[in-house]
Nanobody
Framework: QVQLGESGGGLVQAGGSLRLSCAASGRTFSSYSMGWFRQAPGKEREFVAV????????YYTDSVKGRFTISRDDAKNTVYLQMNSLKPEDTAVYYCAASRINGVIVAAAAYDYWGQGTQVTVSS
């Protein structure tokens, strides 16, 4: 069992930056690929970024490539999402998730554990 807790969301102006953190409980954090998803009002949850167990593989949805960076610190049981050059369309609740499957995983159904989410609001 893994429990996930996101933090770092907030209100930021367009062009600004935020760093989201997701802390995981348990001693097996390094056994999971970690992903970030987001859900905007009235829209379905969408994939944002993923990092493999080793951290050597990452993948991003096209709309955030070059602006967002996912990373992990297994010593701290934490995964991060650095978000730069934020746009109003990035406004959403951001969720982190853990998957037992190693590698680049974009399907939400492949994730086993989810956090409660953190709100990110980007004003124009």
């Amino acid at each position: 069992q893994v429990q996930l807790g996101e933090s770092g969301g907030g209100l930021v102006q367009a062009g600004g930056s935020l760093r989201l953190s997701c802390a995981a409980s348990g001693r097996t954090f390094s056994s999971y690929s970690m992903g970030w998803f987001r859900q905007a009002p009235g829209k379905e949850r969408e994939f944002v970024a993923v990092i493999s167990r080793s951290g050597r593989s990452t993948y991003y949805t096209d709309s955030v490539k070059g602006r967002f960076t996912i990373s992990r610190d297994d010593a701290k049981n934490t995964v991060y999402l650095q978000m730069n050059s934020l746009k109003p369309e990035d406004t959403a609740v951001y969720y982190c998730a853990a998957s037992r499957i190693n590698g680049v995983i974009v399907a939400a159904a492949a994730y086993d554990y989810w956090g409660q989410g953190t709100q990110v609001t980007v004003s124009s």
